[in-house]
């Protein structure tokens, strides 16, 4: 009776969670900004309405990989769906104030900084001080050696990235969705930028995004939802065409890794090595011959 009632509660729960992650397409690949306003609207509800009536004796609450039965845990403290819900949608609602486009201007540039670092600070500030737990975290470190098997998927992002990334930017014109670099400065401008959103898509879809959901769903369908709050960004940002063929394994590899590793810094360093490729061919598809490392 308690694994029915466990698997009906998290299938009531999903509901309000697909409403809000499904916001991320309205906003960034539909560009309806009304859809997105009215899924994320309709998402907290949903989870407000089922957690009015949440029983004493509620069953299993998953928490990332532990469970643990109401009977041993004190159910005033159990984990809201709703204020982690409205968390991730604060964040999107910040994101989704300012268009996405790829520009390298001054103007464009402090754009970016505030709506990104809002998007991850905001959250993370009401998390802390106004609900009082520690839901988001940025464990940077696990004090613990990267073994054979992560530095040889580090050497492996790099030959995948130069093997592939150059045939899709290229071919699918989708290298023209980033400006053009070619003087020095707009070159550096670009590598800045390149690597801070790297960097601040591990802080909002995996620290903050990805750790909410698990808080509620067995990791598996954390990952898948927060993916699609990732590669609807990204989409935006620029990988079109048939980019989603790329970033959809990408943001679930992601999550993995970081299931498996526990560490900010090496999901970072994959991201960064990865980028690092996207630079390159982006400044190999706006000057041929500056950079003739590419097969393409």
């Not at 990989?65 to 005033?76: G, K, L, S």
């Not at 984990?79 to 609602?93: E, F, K, Y």
């Not at 464009?108 to 609900?131: D, Q």
């Not at 369908?221 to 048939?242: C, D, K």
Request: proline letters at 6%; hydrophobic letters at 55%; a positive charge.
């Amino acid at each position: 009776m308690t694994e029915v009632r466990r698997d009906t509660t998290l299938r009531l729960a999903f509901v309000p969670a697909l409403f809000v992650c499904a916001a991320a397409p309205a906003f960034f690949v539909l560009e309806i900004p009304w859809l997105g306003w009215t899924l994320l609207a309709v998402g907290i509800l949903i989870a407000w309405l089922l957690e009015r009536g949440r029983p004493v004796e509620s069953p299993v609450v998953s928490m990332g990989a532990r469970r643990e039965t109401a009977t041993t845990i004190d159910v005033h403290r159990l984990p809201s769906l709703t204020r982690d819900l409205s968390l991730i949608a604060v964040g999107l609602l910040i994101v989704s104030i300012i268009p996405l486009a790829a520009e390298l201007d001054n103007l464009a540039m402090l754009r970016f900084t505030l709506a990104l670092g809002g998007a991850v600070a905001v959250p993370y500030v009401i998390s802390r001080f106004v609900y009082r737990d520690r839901a988001i975290s940025f464990p940077w470190r696990t004090h613990r050696r990267w073994g054979r098997l992560q530095w040889g998927w580090l050497v492996a992002v790099l030959i995948l990235g130069w093997l592939i990334l150059p045939f899709y930017f290229i071919t699918s014109g989708v290298y023209q969705n980033w400006p053009v670099v070619d003087t020095p400065e707009l070159i550096a401008r670009l590598f800045v930028g390149v690597g801070a959103v790297g960097i601040w898509d591990e802080l909002f879809f995996i620290c903050t995004v990805f750790a909410l959901l698990r808080r509620h769903f067995p990791n598996l369908v954390a990952n898948l939802l927060q993916a699609i709050v990732f590669v609807s960004f990204l989409w935006e940002l620029g990988y079109r065409e048939w980019g989603p063929l790329l970033t959809i394994p990408f943001a679930l590899l992601q999550g993995y890794i970081f299931l498996r590793t526990h560490s900010l810094a090496y999901v970072v360093t994959v991201h960064l090595l990865f980028d690092a490729v996207v630079f390159a061919v982006l400044v190999h598809a706006h000057n041929p011959g500056l950079l003739p490392i590419f097969l393409v």
